[in-house]
């Protein structure tokens, strides 16, 4: 029961800051949201018996990469977004295109709906879930990371590693400019 | 009976814990402040009590009687968050600190108890990661006064913090290597033998690079002097506590202070043996410690002794340039402390293969 309550809390946390992430007018505000909601899912994943994952989460997102955010929206000093004048020509504005992206927040809600349906243990207490998926201790998380899922370990820094690039060639002044 | 019990002892070992903290910050400012007397030959605070020893309530007491102040343009909620936020990282990451070996406190509980109050399988990423967290506090109350001073003690205190924590975390490697744990009462407990039947099996033997980095890192990271930027008085007023006053302001000298202790009491446990032994080497005292389970008192021998050399560092060593911070953080302390990880990796391989 109470980690039933907790889960509510820590996941109800998790969505409220995260909607309120993108409903801020200060950019500010956004970053610490971001924070509180990664905190929340720190919570979940301590709920599902993974402290290691919860840490790293923690470490990894909440304490390096938003600090590198807050860092920018400092020194940016970005100012409050002014509701007045809404560039009403953008092309993200125009009428077709704000279709597509309610149809787009449809497909995803069929499609969050249809991955919570798959979900087959969702009434087996947590922490007595089948052995075979739960990986327990930081060494066989490690096993498993580099034996089974090498492939996708690797492809994923190969993709941050073009992210990065590609970030330093947008960021790159031409000669002259 | 039991069932009653542990969860009432649990609570009182929280309820101890959390005010040992408070006492400790207040504690350290008086011991601050007689050390660095006693450096500069003359007194320090005398005047409230016998030999000053009261100085920390008339500071408490005067801080509660003063104003809050709010500069106008400050962020209302950042404002205030912002020391909530510092001091409340520093409780936190003390919570999965061990402190002292199993006990039944005299035969009351049937199964022994863990001195400490949670025992996670991975305390040392959790002290690492909330600590790594009280930087928010101090970017924010820099941001959040609305005034150049503090935004520039702000933006320099997380700098500063995430370059050293490289360093922090990668010397923290070193030992969980050796350890082959992530708990820290593994590795307390693995240190607990001795060399040649009277040297103790510290890590700070096997690590003596990793814990010098590890000290220099960590009065980084607590922003202590010589490290001290964020708050350096001669070129930015008083940093990114500028605008505070009253009982906002003193939370972050508190939060500071705790972090310390914090520190000091994670350098105990990594590198000095927590509870297990009073001195480096062999007396005779070491069993009737393990016999009474008297450890945590070894241990706040080692905190105090620890602490002692973090005030005497900072009335001994002159503040650095900002720009010899960076250049010394990560041209030298971090390369240094990647080759003893990588160094300490390869022994580790070659002697457990």
Known sequence: ?177 | MEAYLRPAVIGLMIFIVFNALIMASAILVLAERKIMGFMQQRYGPYLVGPHGMLQPIADILKLVFKEELRPKGADKWLFTLAPVLSVVAAFVAFATVPYGAETTLFGLLDEPIKLGIADVNVAVLVVFAVTSMGVYGIVLAGWASNSKYSLFGGLRAAAQMISYELAYATSLAAVILLAGSLSLREIVDSQQSTWFGFLSQWYIFLQPIGFIIYVIAGVAETNRAPFDFPEAEQELVAGYNTEYSSVRFALFPQAEYINMVTMSAVATNLYLGGWHGLLPFYTPLDPLIEQYGLGWLAFLAKVAGFLFVYIWMRWTVPRYRYDQLMKFGWKYLFPASVLNLIATAALVLYFNA
């Open chain 1, 1 to 177: 029961m109470p980690e039933t309550i907790t889960f509510y809390l820590f996941a109800a946390l998790a969505v409220g800051a995260s909607v309120l992430v993108i409903g801020q007018r200060n950019p500010m505000y956004s970053v610490l949201l971001l924070i509180a909601s990664f905190g929340a899912l720190s919570g979940l994943y301590i709920l599902l018996d993974a402290p290691f994952v919860a840490v790293a989460q923690i470490i990894i997102y909440a304490g390096a990469i938003m600090v590198l955010f807050l860092f920018v929206v400092m020194l940016l000093n970005a100012p409050k977004e002014d509701g007045a004048d809404w560039d009403r020509t953008h092309p993200l504005r125009q009428r077709g295109v704000a279709r597509w992206g309610t149809l787009l927040v449809a497909l995803l809600i069929v499609q969050l709906a249809s991955a919570l349906m798959a979900v087959r243990e969702y009434d087996t207490p947590v922490g007595a879930q089948s052995a075979a998926t739960s990986v327990n201790s930081v060494a066989d998380l490690g096993r498993s990371i580099f034996t089974r899922h090498t492939f996708a370990f690797e492809a994923t820094s190969i993709l941050i590693l073009v992210a990065m690039v590609g970030a330093v060639v947008l960021a790159r002044r031409e000669d002259g400019q």
